[in-house]
């Protein structure tokens, strides 16, 4: 796709430069004189009838058409002939024949354009410049090595270093490629084993300053009485950087006393504010520290600091922010895709990619899951996911609410209660906790219980069962 547009650009770029030489600097065009000295220019627009002296130059001007005649740029027409000659050679030849032949600080750049594709091996620039880095025949210099580290942690105009695009791309290659040059006893070595010195350490203290952007985010209604999610957007990064990454939040509301949130990592919740029609306005500071909240001192100056603003009005109740949902198909998927992996591992919901389906596009899952021996409960575990047009929106667990006494138990309590077939499976939909995904406009509010055995045989069911022959979802609607 890029190929095409790119020829397509070349093809357009070659068309103008070539009108622009020919056509561009015509008399009146732009502002230019309708009558001017063929020499140097000069405006002879009232020098009266030809023949015409050049009071600038002194170039006498026989025929009215001497005085309007168009200059052509030669070497620009010259260079839009080249790009229109030469375009087939760029269309038809295969892309990796310009990728083999750059330099590797170039492949670098041109990561954040064409990204990292593992099945073109020839014709990715990322999977050229790997393929570079672990040529054990013809390694690269350490000198090159340096620049494709310093490429990317410098970022380009199209992908900012720390952007969302270079993210995607330079900062998912570099984090991937990362362990080559660990040694073995810390710090840095080049990928031939030879020990770091000045100049890759560099390169890589610039690469672990580059840091992940903050995109904050929160529902823009919340009922009355329920705990508000802020999100920061702030995502890990992949590629190393320095420090433990700890973020604090200020939020700052007219009227009321500031509000800090210490040592959270994307998202954190803040009791309820506000009553029934209030429409809530603050100033959030987000900061982020290279030192866990435990180990900071007083003085720790923060990698860096942006404010923002954010705000949500508060409705009556759950009910006038969620809609609500439950089917015979949602509660089928829970008992085969959940239950059997939740009931050997307290908190693995498994999150298989059958909830990418488009039946349950859209439907925001907070569930709590709670594991019997008959009647005694092993533990409980807490999950969140949500599928938007066949993407992941979020997936998140938690063993709140378990004790861990119960956690450490819990496999081998599972496994006995297994043996005797009195393993049995309670989820429940929460409607309210589905309120901090974000995206959430509906919420499954069902329940299920069900023995380990009969989920078992369910999974295996569904898994036998073509997708095409899974029923549609009855919704009960709010």
């Not at 170039?106 to 091996?121: C, N, R």
Request: aromatic residues 10%; hydrophobic residues 40%; glycine residues 8%.
């Amino acid at each position: 796709m890029i190929w095409m547009i790119s020829s397509g650009v070349l093809f357009v770029l070659s068309l103008v430069l070539i009108g622009a030489g020919l056509f561009w600097d015509r008399p009146g065009f732009r502002g230019r004189p309708e009558r001017r000295c063929r020499r140097c220019s000069y405006d002879l627009s009232d020098a009266g009838e030809v023949p015409v002296k050049c009071t600038e130059c002194g170039r006498e001007h026989a025929t009215e058409k001497s005085l309007r005649r168009v200059r052509r740029h030669k070497r620009v027409v010259a260079l839009g002939l080249v790009l229109l000659v030469g375009l087939p050679a760029f269309v038809l030849a295969p892309m990796g024949v310009y990728y083999q032949r750059m330099p590797s600080w170039l492949l670098a750049e041109l990561i954040t354009v064409h990204g990292t594709d593992y099945t073109k091996p020839d014709s990715s620039p990322g999977m050229v410049l790997y393929a570079r880095l672990m040529n054990a025949q013809e390694p690269p210099s350490h000198g090159e090595i340096v620049s494709i580290i310093e490429t990317i942690a410098q970022g380009n105009i199209y992908a900012p270093a720390g952007s969302e695009r270079w993210i995607e791309t330079s900062g998912a290659w570099i984090g991937g490629q990362a362990f080559r040059f660990k040694a073995p006893g810390g710090g840095w070595q080049y990928p031939d084993g030879t020990p770091g010195d000045e100049a890759l350490n560099d390169a890589f203290e610039k690469l672990s300053q580059v840091l992940p952007p903050w995109n904050p985010s929160t529902r823009g209604v919340w009922p009355a009485g329920a705990e508000v999610t802020i999100y920061s957007g702030f995502k890990r990064p992949v590629w190393p950087v320095e420090g433990d990454l700890n973020e604090r939040a200020i939020l700052r509301i007219e009227g009321r006393e500031d509000i800090v949130v210490d040592g959270f990592i994307s998202y954190f919740s803040i009791e309820p504010i506000g009553e029934q029609g209030d429409r809530i306005e603050a100033e959030l500071e987000l900061s982020l520290f290279r030192e866990h909240v435990w180990n900071r001192t007083p003085e720790a100056v923060p990698a860096k600091t942006e404010r923002f603003s954010i705000g949500w009005t508060v409705a009556s109740g759950v009910d006038k922010v969620l809609e609500t949902t439950d089917s015979a198909q949602i509660r089928d998927a829970m008992i085969a895709l959940v239950v059997p992996s939740i009931a050997r591992v307290l908190d693995d919901p498994g999150f298989l990619d059958d909830w990418l389906s488009p039946e349950f596009d859209r439907i925001a899952f907070a569930i709590e899951a709670e594991i019997f021996d008959g009647d005694e409960s092993l533990g409980k575990s807490q999950h969140w996911w949500m599928t938007k047009d066949g993407e992941w929106v979020t997936r998140t667990t938690s063993a709140q609410g378990t004790t861990m006494d119960q956690y450490n138990a819990f496999g081998a309590r599972s496994i006995e209660a297994r043996d005797k077939g009195t393993l049995r499976v309670v989820i429940r939909g929460m409607p309210e906790q589905a309120l901090r995904i974000t995206e959430a406009e509906t919420a499954w509010d069902g329940e299920v219980d069900v023995l380990y055995s009969d989920a078992v045989k369910s999974q295996e069911q569904w898994e036998a069962e073509p997708a095409q022959e899974k029923a549609p979802p009855e919704s009960t609607g709010p």
